[in-house]
Antibody, heavy 114, light 110 residues
Framework: QVQLQESGPGLVKPSETLSLTCTVS??????????WSWIRQPPGKGLEWIAY???????YYNPSLESRVTISLDTSKNQFSLRLTSVTAADTAVYYC??????WGQGTLVTVSS | QAVVTQEPSLTVSPGGTVTLTCGSS?????????PYWFQQKPGHAPRTLIY???DKHSWTPARFSGSLLGGKAALTLSGAQPEDEADYYC??????????FGGGTKLTVL
């Protein structure tokens, strides 16, 4: 069974870059034609899809975040990552990584504050 | 970007049946939107219940089922249990491979 675990700073200053990593276990991220996703949820609000990437290289971003987001894969470490630049308080959320839309990490809270 | 709409809240009696719906601002929801349904309990990550309109995971309780109904995606819960009280989100995929979540339905079992 595939398992995912998010990691990264829990506090980021406004205007700085948010960087998160998702470590995948139980399955190689190189196996199968899956896509690897990032989703977020502001406190008390609904889910928002951020981005996903296929191992074959196809990458898709939420149009509202596209100018600030980068997703990347590191097959040697069985990880994938998210970078979100120029963050504001509106980017405060629980960030989830997922394989496709079916297997989710437990989420990590990132707060944007000075 | 399309807007995906869900009932903000619904209430069902224990043992009762309830249907949650998921509509699209672009028109009728079809199987080509590959509807997903997720259950989220407080403090927990979402859990996928239904994918591709009506397919279930091994962990999906049999009392949950997915379908298309009246131009919307639907999640039906038959025989509600207290542990089904949760937030439910749908997800639709659009051209250009950009998925959009609905705003969620808060389901109360009372």
């Amino acid at each position: 069974q595939v398992q995912l675990q998010e990691s990264g700073p829990g506090l980021v200053k406004p205007s700085e870059t948010l960087s998160l990593t998702c470590t995948v276990s139980g399955r190689s991220i190189s196996s199968g034609d899956y896509f690897w996703s990032w989703i977020r949820q502001p406190p008390g609000k609904g889910l928002e899809w951020i981005a996903y990437m296929y191992i074959s290289g196809g990458t898709y971003y939420n149009p509202s975040l596209e100018s600030r987001v980068t997703i990347s894969l590191d097959t040697s470490k069985n990880q994938f990552s998210l970078r979100l630049t120029s963050v504001t308080a509106a980017d405060t959320a629980v960030y989830y990584c997922a394989r496709g839309h079916n297997y989710w990490g437990q989420g990590t809270l990132v707060t944007v504050s000075s | 970007q399309a807007v995906v709409t869900q009932e903000p809240s619904l209430t069902v009696s224990p043992g009762g049946t309830v249907t949650l719906t998921c509509g699209s601002s672009t028109g009728a929801v079809t199987s080509g939107h590959y509807p997903y349904w997720f259950q989220q309990k407080p403090g927990h990550a979402p859990r996928t219940l239904i994918y591709d309109t009506s397919d279930k995971h091994s962990w999906t309780p049999a009392r949950f089922s997915g379908s298309l109904l009246g131009g919307k995606a639907a999640l039906t819960l038959s025989g509600a249990q207290p542990e089904d009280e949760a937030d439910y989100y749908c997800l639709l995929s659009y051209s250009g491979a950009r998925p959009v979540f609905g705003g969620g339905t808060k389901l109360t079992v009372l």
